[in-house]
């Protein structure tokens, strides 16, 4: 019971903050790129590899890549090896008002498991979803009064992680898209083994309001991927990925296309006939509202009771929208509406057609 009201608690103080609607407004996008461990806390030692040195090699060149994009601010949690606590990562991230965190990690099993994988927040699936959730969340124990500090959360038991899954509930739908991101990018440009998008109970992403994804960049307990991980031209390999990926993310937030990105969409569904006749050469502005790997059935009750949803697939991840609109003051009317349906995280998209188009030119051109 304990755990259910500070998780409300949590999740009430969450509303102040920016409801992230990057297309919105003219602030940077700011990505707070957070390097697993560090000082006192090692990180996992497969193969006498030092997980803390490789991860902030990987974040620190990771974030060297998208300084030097216009329109985004790079926060790190560290850029030393020094330790910082979980809650401490956390508090970088929300202090900033970002609107991403990407904590980046190597992971340690069997001398055979290989492959990147990409997490959000959520109750583990399995086995070992767990077993990489508990073996991040083990620092704390390197806290003094971590018990006080971390609420009761117990690493070694699976109940701890369902206060946890409240605080980010608004972010979800963000974090899955951001993550998709990620691990396609590894797949597609670094043809690693896909471990999948996946949900696991990760201290590290309980407080911070805002999308936010855990990165297992590789296992160290892996003799060749160990290597690899370790070497300058892996570190580098991985850290344009991730860069790419998540200026991927960010023009799926602001409409704009990001070079060498390729769209991969298919004609929209949707359960209102209204929505697909438009012309071609007429702009119309559509509010996404969830984005998932799971192709759902365009019903009122899969929406909260909304009707007039329309679906459209990019890669393996499929957006739902709602509405379709001729004016963006009508739109963001809408979003009001939306967000007394329990749609906090919605944001408008400009279309010509069914083709996403910037929603930046469209507003300046009205």
Do not use: W
Not at 339 to 347: M, P
């Amino acid at each position: 019971m304990r755990f259910i009201k500070i998780a409300l608690f949590f999740v009430v103080a969450a509303l102040s903050f920016s409801s992230n609607l990057y297309a919105q407004n003219d602030k940077p996008f700011t990505v707070v790129i957070d390097a697993g461990h560090g000082g006192k806390d090692p990180g996992n030692r497969g193969n006498n590899y030092y997980e803390k040195k490789i991860v902030l090699n990987i974040a620190l060149k990771t974030g060297a890549i998208l300084e030097k994009e216009k329109d985004v601010k790079v926060v790190y949690t560290r850029k030393s090896d020094k330790y910082v606590t979980l809650n401490g990562r956390a508090n970088v991230a929300n202090k900033a008002k970002a609107d991403l965190f990407v904590s980046i990690h190597c992971d340690a099993h069997t001398s055979n498991a290989y492959g990147a994988g990409t997490f959000v927040l959520g109750l583990h699936r399995n086995k070992d979803n767990f077993r990489i959730a508990q073996k991040e969340n083990a620092v704390i124990f390197l806290e003094d009064n971590y018990e006080q500090k971390y609420d009761g959360f117990d690493p070694n038991n699976p109940e701890s992680v369902i206060s946890l899954v409240l605080m980010q509930e608004d972010y979800l739908n963000q974090s899955i898209e951001a993550a998709n991101y990620i691990q396609q990018s590894f797949v597609k440009y670094l043809k690693r083994k896909n471990r999948s998008v996946k949900q696991g109970g990760f201290l590290v992403l309980r407080n911070t309001y805002m999308p936010s994804v855990l990165v297992e960049t590789g296992f160290l307990t892996n003799s060749k991927e160990g290597a690899y991980l370790n070497s300058k031209r892996g570190q580098t390999e991985i850290s344009k990925a991730i860069a790419k990926a998540i200026m991927q993310y960010k023009s799926s937030l602001d409409g704009t296309l990001f070079t060498g990105l390729v769209m991969d969409t298919v004609p929209v569904e949707t359960t209102s006939a209204s929505t697909t006749s438009s012309s071609a050469s007429a702009t119309t502005f559509r509010i996404q509202i969830a984005a998932s790997t799971k192709k759902m059935a365009l019903k009122p009750y899969n929406f909260k009771g909304l009707s007039e949803i329309s679906r459209l697939k990019s890669g393996n991840l499929y957006r739902y929208y709602y509405g379709s609109f001729t004016s963006y003051k009508t739109a963001k009317k809408a979003v009001s509406k939306l967000t007394t349906k329990g749609y906090r995280g919605a944001y408008i998209k400009a279309f010509k057609g069914n083709k996403e188009v910037s929603i930046t030119h469209e507003m300046k051109s009205k």
